[in-house]
């Protein structure tokens, strides 16, 4: 199941920064960002790491002038190895924990499952709120 959870992390991990470059493509804003996604595998948690940059875009959405460099960096997620669960981060080097779910974290939605990944991606957000507890 490792090996399937990394999938799953990296799949995500596309997912989110195609959905959410095509939104800034399409915002109409001349100024607006180019996100970057990436996963860091660890031995009990595969990391979500997001970045962006500035860019310049002209009336189609096109990038017509880019930022320097990629700044920032922040974990978006993470993703339980084993299980392939969705897990807000609390901090960059843990994930939230919660005393109502058996598994002691606070899930947002399993990877594993096709049904419950593609509602996460049509949840998902620059900010993350879709990770908070309804």
């Given at each position: 199941m490792v090996n399937a959870a990394k999938d799953f992390s990296l799949n995500f991990a596309k997912?989110?920064?195609?959905?959410?470059?095509?939104?800034?493509?399409?915002?109409?804003?001349?100024?607006?960002?180019?996100?970057?996604?990436?996963?860091?595998?660890?031995?009990?948690?595969?990391?979500?790491?997001?970045?962006?940059?500035?860019?310049?875009?002209?009336?189609?959405?096109?990038?017509?002038?880019?930022?320097?460099?990629?700044?920032?960096?922040?974990?978006?997620?993470?993703?339980?190895?084993?299980?392939g669960d969705l897990v807000k981060a609390a901090t960059w080097a843990a994930p939230q924990k919660s005393k109502t779910h058996p598994s002691g974290l606070a899930v947002r939605f399993n990877l594993a499952s096709p049904e419950k990944a593609l509602e996460a991606i049509q949840a998902a957000d620059k900010n993350g709120s879709y990770l908070y507890a309804n």
């Open positions: 997912s989110l920064e195609r959905i959410f470059n095509e939104q800034e493509a399409k915002s109409g804003k001349k100024f607006s960002h180019e996100y970057q996604f990436g996963v860091l595998p660890g031995k009990t948690y595969d990391k979500i790491s997001q970045t962006s940059r500035s860019v310049i875009r002209d009336e189609q959405g096109n990038i017509v002038e880019e930022g320097n460099l990629f700044h920032g960096g922040s974990v978006h997620a993470f993703v339980v190895r084993e299980t």
